[in-house]
């Protein structure tokens, strides 16, 4: 069911992107805003079109990935709800980078290219959000080619689960785990050698799964095994 101009203008009071701006102008950046929606699988942007619009996610979940020069996937990263995509092609005007695919039932709303400029230019709070995350960008882009870098599979594995492990007050955790076949696409191998890796862990007891989320139980075991004798897991590598 389509969403009432209301409806779109209070989606965009919850995006953290749109947060200090005016009832005014939400309200006139609502009339402008395209909702779309997305089954899990479905490509939302594809590698190499035509940059028209800034997207928001609404609600769901997407991963952006890349394809290496022998036809692998390699995921870049994950979005979800009140994450913002597509701004690299709307600053430069060059075609989009990456590809972006929902990892399941996804809404998301599309700003035309000249409204999504004039608030970069116009709004300072807007600005300053976009060169932030243009700098984590960079950061996390740095990282990630470290992680693909590590010549063995196994260990590519557990530097993307320390990677991506947080600390809490009840210790380091993975919260909203991603697929082993996410994973798989993260570091380059295939969704069994991320199984075998992470159940060695589990029988090591270096992490336990609760639910959706990876408990890192010994966080100082699990940067060890990022750099054991490649030799330990030769058999894995891909």
């Known amino acids: 069911m389509p969403l009432s101009e209301q409806s779109i203008a209070e989606h965009l009071r919850n995006l953290p992107f749109f947060s200090g701006i005016d009832e005014d102008s939400l309200q006139k950046l609502a009339d402008t805003l395209l909702i ?3 089954d899990r699988g479905q490509t939302i942007l594809n590698k190499g079109d035509v940059g028209h619009h800034l997207l928001f996610l609404l609600s769901g979940r997407l991963q952006a990935v890349d394809l290496t020069e022998d036809g692998h ?3 870049l990263s994950f979005l979800t709800a009140g994450d913002y995509f597509g701004e ?3 600053i430069d005007g060059l075609p989009r980078s990456a590809t972006v695919i929902a990892c399941e039932a996804s809404l998301y709303a599309l700003l035309p290219r ?5 608030l970069m230019h116009n709004n300072p709070l807007v600005a300053e959000k976009v060169f932030k995350k243009l700098a984590a960008s960079i950061r996390r882009a740095s990282d990630f080619r470290t992680i693909l ?3 063995n599979a196994f260990q590519r ?7 991506l492990s947080k600390t809490s007050p009840g210790g380091e955790v ?3 785990l991603p697929t082993q076949q996410e994973i798989a696409i993260m570091v380059n191998t295939s969704r069994e050698t991320v199984s075998r890796a ?3 862990l589990i029988q090591r007891k270096i992490v336990e799964k609760d639910l959706k989320r990876l408990l890192v139980r010994q966080p100082e075991a699990l940067r060890n095994e990022m750099s054991a004798n490649p030799t330990l897991h030769a058999q894995q590598r891909r």
Do not use: F, K, T, W
């Open 36 to 38: 779309r929606s997305a």
């Open 73 to 75: 996937e390699i995921g």
């Open 88 to 90: 690299l092609s709307v």
């Open 114 to 118: 000249p409204q999504a400029l004039d």
């Open 149 to 151: 870098g590590i010549p």
């Open 157 to 163: 594995v557990y530097a993307l689960l320390n990677y």
């Open 174 to 176: 993975i919260d909203s």
């Open 198 to 200: 992470i159940h060695v």
